[in-house]
Structures are given as structure tokens and as C-alpha cells.
């Protein structure tokens, strides 16, 4: 009957009178090799696990035509898996970016030929626009015109700016209801959370399915209500969350953790390509800046998961203009040698803005976690989102979305503009040209700049306020937009001093009286690059490069990028080594440990090994000898990941490691099917059992879960080398040992903690194991 329902195990030492020795790993056993909420992966075990069972369908394809077949399509599954998640990221993207835009716009009006079509959709088919007021039709018409009948007036102004804070107000209750009652995990950025997650930790739910759909819901409403937010680090989770659900298709990704963070880093990679248009900036973005492990197969199909997401949010054309970036710009001038020196200054503002925003945030939030604030996340919304509107609906340039803003401030003026920061005087070249060749500041400008300056300090301060609320919430659109108003701001004092001042030394060579030699929306796409958080604030440097010029289509530009971003992250770097996303980890406690942090001291192994001279034992296993219910009161009296297996209690001679979760759902399973194991039983982590006593209990043999080769140092590890063997390995615990006897262990968190202490904070912040 045993061996009907089990099979025969091929051991035939150890038989009891009650039955056949089993080694229950012979059989998968349900659970086993999985890891609970919040533990670190075993990225050896998992790489190990992939190794073994790719060598095991190698060596049946040669067997037969159906294993063959087999082979095949086990090699193929990552490509096609690569292919769906650009497909539905992509798709995602260009339905939020046209529900976006939609919600946006219907904050100030409504098409009356058709509710579902914004602004500029709307006045596309009218034959009653013209060129003058092309943003103006007879089919768009203000909340002023259809409540009240007029546009013009105090009472239309008042009406109007109303209705935009009540839908602001709507939009944003809506988006953190949704978060707060379905789906917590959907709230934030979501680069913090996923960078951990790519180095190994298990976070269950935040990329699951609710998370997903509440993100993309609620990512809509958050980025219509007109908070400064914006979409671009919220689609990377979206973007992880489809990969890790597609995942769930392929055997040999739904049961390798490892495996998994591979297609999650393509994921990363996905996002940031349809948020900006930059498939090529994506791939480097998650390459320099969220993933832990990289490899060569890793990159390949990045790029090509980044270029299916990219055609399908081309062929979508959320836009409307047919191109595929989110700011095209195209500069008639190229930029001078002389114009490095206020490059290098947006470079300076940059930095030093990075690094206050950084600090300002985290004193900001974790305030909002040690006080009664963060107890009313609702109410926070929603009067952030009521000084947000209240304050942005009478400057124009506070009250357009970020990404309206930024393209505003990145365009190059010409005759056919009609924005007031293209409001020059008039010359007598006009009338023979199609370009402006000299350009002194008519009154528009003035006012322009005056709304600029104040956009820029409420932008500043808002944004400080915003991010990290319990609403999706991203930072590169709103920092863009800080550093392209600094940028505008340069560029448009650069041109008139040129202009005016033509025969200074420093103009004179290349800056010709009644020449266009400054470009002010290349001053702002050089602010947005360093000032935008993203070389200041997240100390991106190659892959923020690639991404501007694929944002705009400014090859020729990327001399004055580099200069600047490279400037913004000395500085930053010179105030603070953090960058956001990293003091967002420290601050929740996440066990992240950063490979761009040195660690520079000289303690050694023994000074961080648990347990320390006034603790307890080490508990360990011994590999024979103990019984069942000796280990299940070990387990209940701890609550340790994993224990030691020595060879006795008194030589303390290291055989290898157990995990907890393995241990219990092991012995589990052996009261269940295995005949007459009680807790006298004993248990082997033995290859070989010695014959045991016809009448006792069966022993239990646990030998395939034990794992052979822990990772070992001695006491006297330097333990910068140990910090480099986790962040390497990626290992979850080390053992300590002393001439081959079992000393202690180290695990992440204690690592964690010791770096924590030598850098003068509080070490009991690692808040999980």
C-alpha cells in the first residue's frame, strides 16, 4: 500500500514496523522553497533551483520530439512574456494619458459635440476656429458659458475658478478613497518599494492585480485634480505589476523568485519607456538607477520589451501628433562654448535644490508618520488639493498641467506663437522672415516672467507637500517643470543681455548685433534636466542624458545636458549621498542594501555576528538525534528565519542551514502522510539513516531540505568583504564560524543595523525581517 501511494524511495535501511522511510522531499511538497511575507529571497538557492531544472529539460530533449518541443518553447516563454507586457503597458499608458488629458481639460469646460473629447480634440473638426484664437470654438465651452451664459466677467471668472476646485476636490477624494478602501499598496511613487523588491525582498499584494487596477484608476484622477504629481514613477509600478501578473503564465517564472526579478527589472524598463517616449532611456533608467541584478539576457530583453510597450503607445497616439516623444522640440541655433558657464549654473541650482527637496521631504514625512497627521490621509488629500487649486487658478502657468507647462517653456518662439513668453516687440525684419532674428522683451514677457518667478516658488514648496501622499504620485513632471522655469527664467535674461549688450567681451565674438544667438527653450530643457530632480534629487547621470534627448529629440544638445546633470549630482552629491528614492527606503525601514554606498570601517565579522557575549546560544538543529516535537518547540519559542544544522550540540561542527518556513511545512506534511509520526519521532538531516528500533515511532527524514552550502566567513572577516559578498550574492544570512566550528550568523538586517549605527542613526528603523 506504501509504496502504491508513494513509491519506493530506494532507502532501504532505517525501515520501522510502521512503514517505509520516506524522504518527503522526494515528491514536491506544496510550499516548500517559498518564502513568507516580507523575508528575503535565497537569490543562491534560486539560481541554483533554475540551474537544475534547465539542465534537466537539456537533457530529456533529447529523448523525444515532444521534449524537444518542450525545450523550445521553455526558451521561447521569456520573449513571449517580454511581448505581453509591452502590449498591456503600453495600452495602460495610452489609456491614461488620453483619460488623463480628458479629465484635465473637463475642469474647465465641456465639448458640447461630445462629452469624451478634450480641449483640443474637440476644436479639431470645427470650421469656426480661427488662427488667432485656435484654442477657441463654439463647441468648447467654459463651465462659465453653460451655467451662466457668459464668459466675460467677474461673475464667469468666479464661476469658473469654482467648478475647477470642485472637480479638483472631487477627483483627488475619489483617487484616495479608491487607494485607501481597495488597494493601500497603490498610493506613492512605487520606485522605492520596487527597488527593494528587485534586491530580493517579498512585498505580497503591492504588485498583485487590486494594486494594478486601483493604481491605474486612481493615477488618472490624481494627475486630472491638478496636484503636483505626475504620472512617470507611477507607470513603472503599473508597468512591474502587469509583468508580475503575466508572470503567473509561465511555470518557470511563477515559481522562481529570481527569475521573476529579471522580468520585473524589463518591467522597469517598460514604464519609464511610455512614460517619456525613450525606450533607450528606459532600458539604462532601470539598469543605473532600480535594479539589483542585471544580466547580459536581462538587457536584451529589456530593449525589447521597451521598444513593443513604445509602438503600442505609438500606434495608440494618445497625443495626437503622431510622435511617439512627450516634448518635441526642434532649435534652430547651436548652442556655444561661452553658454557652458550658465549651464554649469543650472547645474549648481540643480544640485542645490535636489538636496534641499530631498531633506525638506523626508522632514515632511516622517513627520506625517510620527504625528496625528498621519491619521487622516484623506483629509490631507484633500486640503493639499484645496490650496493647490486655489492658489494655481490665477497664474495661467500654475493652473496648465506639468507637462503642458514644460512644453510651453521648452518651445522655441516664432511668428506663429502666440504665448505671452513670445510677446517681442516688433521689428522691421518680420515682414521677410518667418523667424524672429532680434527679439528685445515686449511687456508679455515681462508678465510672463513675473508669473514664472511666482509659479516657480509655488511649484517648490507644493511639491514638497505632495509627494508621498496616499495618492499616486510621481516626481519627474513636477521637477522637470522647477527646473525649466529656472532654466526659461536664464535663458530669457541671457538673450536680452545679449541683445542690449551685444559689444560686451562675452557676446561679442558669436553674438552679432541683430542676431538670434540665445535660445531661452534650450535654457529650459537644461534646467529640466539637472533641476529636475532627476540629476539633483534621484543622482541619475547616464540614463537621464539618454532620456532627455529622447524626450525632445535634442541630439545636438546633449554636450550642454551632460555638463549640466554631472554638475547637479557633484553638488548633490556633496550634500547629501542619498537621493530620493533611497531616503524613501531608509525611511520606511525597507532592508535595502545600496550597492553605490562604501563602507568604510574597520570592524570585522565578529563585531556584527549574532549572538553577541550577553545574549543567549545561538539555537541550532543537530543533524540526528532530536525528535519531532523537540523541533516544533523550538520553532514556537522563536521566531527566527532559519537555524543551523550541527553535527551535535557539543562539537557544534557546521552541516548546513534550514529554513523556518521549510522546517514547518515539512514536518507538516510528514504528520499527514507519513504513518504513525508523532512527536517522539525522530528526525535525520542525514543522508544514510542508521537502523532505528522495530518497535519505535517512524523517524522523519529531512535531509532535501537541509541546504549543504551556507555561505560561511570566520570571525575575523573583515566586514567590508562580507557587506561586498551580500551585496554581490545577494545573500539573506552568512555563518560565522571559528576552524570550522559554528560561531554565529549575520543576516541582512544585521548588517543593516550595524551600517546604521556607524553612520550615527538609529539602528531599530530596519522595521522588517
Known sequence: YFLKCYGNTGYSNGMTGNGVLMDLLDEPVPGVGTYEDFNTIDWVREKSKDRDRHREITSKSEQSTWALLHSISDAFSGWLLMLLIGLLSGALAGCIDISAHWLTDLKEGVCLSGFWFNHEHCCWGSNQTTFQERDKCPQWQSWAELLG????????????????????????????????????????????????????????????????????????????????????GPLVHVACCCANILCHLFTKYRQNEAKRREVLSAAAAVGVSVAFGAPIGGVLFSLEEVSYYFPLKTLWRSFFAALVAAFTLRSINPFGDSRLVLFYVEFHTPWHMVELVPF????????????????????????????????????????????????????????????????????DCSLLDSSQLCDYNSSENRAFSNTLPDRPAGPGVYTALWQLALALFFKMLVTVV?????????????????????????????????????????????????????????????????????????????????????????????????????????????????????????????????????????????????????????????????????IEGVIADTDYSGFPVVVSQESQRLVGFVLRRDLVISLDNARKRQDGVVSASLVFFLEHVPPQPFSGPPVVKLRGILDLSPFTVTDHTPMAIAVDIFRKLGLRQCLVTHNGRLLGIITKKDILKHMAQMSNRDPDSILFN
Open 466 to 630: 505632495t509627494f508621498g501622499m496616499k495618492v499616486p504620485s510621481g516626481l519627474f513632471i513636477p521637477s522637470m517643470a522647477v527646473g525649466a522655469i529656472v532654466g526659461r527664467l536664464l535663458g530669457v535674461a541671457m538673450e536680452q543681455m545679449a541683445l542690449n549688450h551685444h559689444d560686451w567681451l562675452i557676446v561679442k565674438g558669436w553674438c552679432s548685433s541683430g542676431a538670434d544667438c540665445i535660445t531661452p527653450g534650450l535654457y529650459a530643457m537644461v534646467g529640466a534636466a539637472a533641476s529636475a530632480c532627476l540629476g539633483g534629487v534621484t543622482r541619475m547621470t547616464i540614463s537621464l542624458v539618454v532620456i532627455m534627448f529622447e524626450l525632445t529629440g535634442g541630439l545636438e544638445y546633449i554636450v550642454p545636458l551632460m555638463a549640466a546633470i554631472m554638475t547637479s549630482k557633484w553638488v548633490a552629491d556633496a550634500l547629501g549621498r542619498e537621493g530620493i528614492y533611497e531616503a524613501h527606503i531608509r525611511l520606511n525601514g525597507y532592508p535595502f542594501l545600496e550597492t553605490k554606498e562604501e563602507y568604510g570601517h574597520k570592524t570585522l565579522a565578529q563585531d556584527v555576528m549574532r549572538p553577541r557575549q550577553s545574549d543567549p546560544l545561538l539555537v541550532v538543529l543537530t543533524q540526528e538525534g532530536m525528535s519531532v516535537g523537540e
Open 344 to 411: 554649469t549654473l543650472l547645474g549648481i541650482f540643480g544640485g542645490l535644490w535636489g538636496a534641499l527637496f530631498i531633506r525638506a521631504n523626508i522632514a515632511w514625512c516622517r513627520r506625517r508618520k510620527t504625528t496625528r497627521l498621519g491619521h487622516y490621509p484623506v483629509l490631507e488629500v484633500l486640503v493639499v488639493t484645496g490650496i493647490t487649486a486655489l492658489l494655481s487658478f490665477p497664474n495661467s502657468y500654475t493652473r496648465m498641467s506639468g507637462s503642458e507647462l514644460i512644453s510651453e517653456l521648452f518651445n
Open 149 to 232: 451664459g457668459s464668459s466675460e466677467g467677474a461673475a464667469a471668472y468666479i464661476v469658473n475658478y469654482l467648478m475647477f476646485m470642485l472637480c479638483a476636490l472631487l477627483f483627488s477624494f475619489l483617487a484616495v478613497i479608491l487607494v485607501r478602501a481597495f488597494a493601500p499598496y497603490a498610493c506613492g511613487s512605487g520606485i522605492p518599494e520596487i527597488k527593494t523588491i528587485l534586491s530580493g525582498f517579498i512585498i505580497r499584494g503591492y504588485l498583485g492585480k487590486w494594486t494594478l487596477i486601483i493604481k491605474t484608476i486612481t493615477l488618472v484622477l490624481a494627475v486630472s485634480s491638478g496636484l503636483s504629481l505626475g504620472k512617470e
